[in-house]
């Protein structure tokens, strides 16, 4: 059936980079016969999914988004990937993404931008627009994404889904093609707060193969969207994320949510985190600079894209002309500002002094957690934007993570649930719910409250 909507719809909306119906049929068998054969499964066997195409896949295709890995055939399983498939989902393809994840809008994608299901003339968000999209289309029940600065978060609001960052940590890098290994972070995608959920719970849980893994039990999310119930609880509202900068349909949706919830019980309180202000210029130092160190691999020796190699060049000469062709102008806008923020002389005033801004916006949400249980904001400043209207505007793409960014700089984990429709335009809203490292249960308990 999933298969036959994507054959029907994706022509227009542009979720997915690759899709293999063979691939997919032949894993869904697969996960028919252990289940003939009495094999224990997990509550997900044989519920389709789509991967963000930054986890690798033995089995298909692996592109990042990027010409440079254009055709690329991964080696192995991401740790999410193969986790999932040993729970016996069944991969339906790859989905559509900013280059390397980096965007708000996946108009970065080297392959074309992917269209917003509400409204095609507006972007889905991203970088995990294709997941958001597909999901929001009926395309795929479920989608994993990666957020690094929002990118889970803000296309699950502009698409009106559920979306969640888990704690950094939570769940395993391994095998995701790093932008900012100290950010990244793979998280669920599904059109309610138990299925995003039950997906987290199914890839989640410490990994030996990624060295920033935490070895802890995975924080009880499956439990808590099914308990729904937030009496008691005490709920911050975040001062800074709201106000000037927002729309006005977005922020009347918001406040509706949050009396929603103190009508449930919760008891509400204004929180002020004075540091949350310099959350995107620090992020926009700290991004860069990792994603100019880890994308040095892409050097046209090991994968993919080699451009000019005929004999006469010298390597340094191949690696120019590929990179200058494999990379999309964002990415070489990212990789310039890292270079120049960690070079020798400049270090100590930019990068260093993100890192310590990064440590204020950590004590703020350590001094915040002190007075309430979580908090709450918008998830994105705006409703979904019409393609094209920021692409020349690097500034303007930013600012859509205003309020997503601080949870990625502090490692903590956060969810963005649907709470309506702005009045100016009909289009989705979302709200986020923001905790503690290590309390990804009381998001869930919160979401599935307002859903
Ligand atoms: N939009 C942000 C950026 O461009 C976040 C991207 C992400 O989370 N991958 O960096």
Redesign the pocket.
């Known amino acids: 059936a999933h298969l036959d909507r994507i054959a029907e719809v994706d022509g227009r909306i542009g979720a997915f980079l690759h899709v293999d119906a063979e691939v997919a049929l032949a894993q869904a068998r697969a996960v028919d016969s252990r289940r003939a054969a009495g094999e224990e499964l997990g509550p997900l066997a044989g519920v389709p999914i789509a991967h963000k195409d930054v986890f690798t896949t033995v089995d298909m295709p692996t592109t990042a988004g990027s010409k440079i890995l254009e055709g690329w055939r991964p080696p192995y399983d991401a740790t999410v990937t193969a986790r999932l498939r040993a729970a016996g989902l069944v991969i339906l393809g790859k989905t559509n ?2 280059e390397f ?4 809008s996946t108009e ?1 994608s080297a392959y074309g931008p992917t269209r917003n299901p509400w409204d095609l003339e507006r972007v889905p968000g ?3 627009g294709g997941s958001s999209a597909a999901v929001a289309s009926y395309q795929a029940p479920l989608a994993t994404g ?7 978060r ?1 296309p699950a609001a502009v698409t009106g889904i559920v979306g969640t960052k888990p704690t950094y940590g939570g769940s395993s890098r391994y095998g995701l093609i790093a ?2 290994s100290s ?2 972070t793979p998280g669920p995608f599904g059109r309610t707060v138990l299925d995003a959920a039950l997906l987290h719970e199914a890839f989640s849980g410490h990994d030996p193969m990624d060295s920033t893994s935490i070895d802890r039990p995975v924080p009880p999310v499956v439990e808590a969207a099914r308990r729904a119930d937030v009496a008691g609880l005490r709920i911050g509202v975040v001062k800074e994320l709201g106000g000037e900068g927002y729309q006005p349909g977005v922020l009347a949706r918001f406040n509706e949510a949050v009396e929603l919830l103190e009508s449930l019980g919760a008891k509400v309180a204004e929180v002020s985190c004075p540091h949350f202000a310099y959350a995107l210029p620090a ?2 130092l700290i ?1 860069p600079s990792e994603c100019s160190s880890n994308l040095a691999r892409f050097d046209a020796m090991r994968y993919g894209l080699r451009v000019g190699d005929d004999g006469t060049r010298s390597a340094e000469e191949v690696m120019a002309l590929t990179r200058a062709q494999g990379f999309g102008p ?1 990415v070489k806008r ?1 990789i310039m500002l890292g270079t120049y923020a960690l070079s020798s002389g400049y270090y100590d005033a930019y990068y260093g002094k993100a890192q310590q801004v990064r440590t204020l916006i950590i004590r703020d949400f350590e001094a915040a957690f002190e007075q309430v249980d979580v908090l709450v904001s918008p998830t994105t400043p705006t409703t979904a934007f019409p393609l094209g209207d920021r692409v020349d505007d690097p500034m303007a ?2 600012l ?2 205003l309020a ?2 601080p949870s ?1 700089l502090a490692g903590t984990p956060a969810i963005s649930v649907p709470c309506g429709l702005a009045d100016e335009d009909d289009l989705p809203v979302g709200l986020q719910v923001m905790a503690p490292v290590l309390a990804d249960d009381r998001v869930y308990r919160v979401g599935a409250a307002v859903e």
């Open positions: 993404l900013d994840a980096m965007g708000s970065n991203g970088s995990s990666t957020d690094t600065g929002g990118s889970i803000q932008f900012a950010l990244d992020y926009y991004a964002e990212r793409m930013y859509a993570d997503t960014i990625n």
